[in-house]
């Protein structure tokens, strides 16, 4: 049994709403799970993702697949040795041991663009510092 015939099978009225919702109409109730999966086939991503949000069973395959790190946040307490990890992780980020390529104060976009508007203005003080003085070199000749 393939995914959109046991979505189909276990909320058909459901199943009926999503194809729907794409403007397309039910001309059989018989076989669902063949419309479901032309449905994806005919609109993609969209269509699928809304198939998968009615998934009779898809709070349990979340809960048994969630990633390590949301569990592990749910289990760190204000102890020594969580206390040690964070701050371990939190003084990785200045080393740069994750080699993402960002300093510490680049942390956010807004650091960032004040970096980028400060050396923009560097750049004209100089050039502008640069023809005064040709100028007055010129005009002293």
Same mark, same amino acid.
Not at 8 to 18: C, D, F, L, R, T
Not at 100 to 128: P, R
């Given at each position: 049994?393939?995914?959109?015939?046991?979505?189909?099978?276990?909320? %058909?009225?459901?199943?009926?709403?999503?194809?729907?919702?794409?403007?397309? /109409?039910?001309?059989?109730?018989?076989?669902?799970?063949?419309?479901?999966?032309?449905?994806?086939?005919?609109?993609?991503? %969209?269509?699928?993702?809304?198939?998968?949000?009615? *998934? %009779? /069973?898809?709070?349990?395959?979340?809960?048994?697949?969630?990633?390590?790190?949301?569990?592990?946040?749910?289990?760190?307490?204000?102890? /020594?040795?969580?206390?040690?990890?964070?701050?371990?992780?939190? *003084?990785?980020?200045?080393?740069?041991?994750?080699?993402?390529?960002?300093? !510490?104060?680049?942390?956010?976009?807004?650091?960032?663009?004040?970096? *980028?508007?400060?050396?923009?203005? &560097?750049?004209?003080?100089?050039?502008?510092?640069?023809?005064?003085? !040709? &100028?007055?070199?010129?005009?002293?000749?």
């Amino acid at each position: 049994m393939n995914v959109f015939r046991y979505v189909a099978e276990s909320n %058909p009225n459901g199943a009926v709403q999503i194809i729907n919702s794409f403007g397309y /109409d039910v001309t059989s109730t018989s076989d669902l799970g063949k419309s479901l999966s032309e449905l994806v086939a005919e609109v993609g991503e %969209p269509a699928f993702k809304k198939v998968i949000d009615n *998934h %009779p /069973d898809k709070d349990v395959i979340l809960e048994l697949y969630a990633s390590e790190n949301t569990k592990d946040k749910d289990k760190e307490c204000d102890c /020594d040795s969580c206390r040690s990890k964070r701050m371990i992780n939190d *003084h990785l980020q200045y080393l740069n041991v994750t080699g993402s390529g960002k300093f !510490a104060d680049e942390k956010s976009s807004n650091s960032s663009t004040n970096t *980028h508007l400060l050396a923009n203005q &560097t750049n004209v003080i100089l050039v502008v510092s640069a023809l005064f003085i !040709a &100028t007055a070199l010129i005009l002293k000749k």
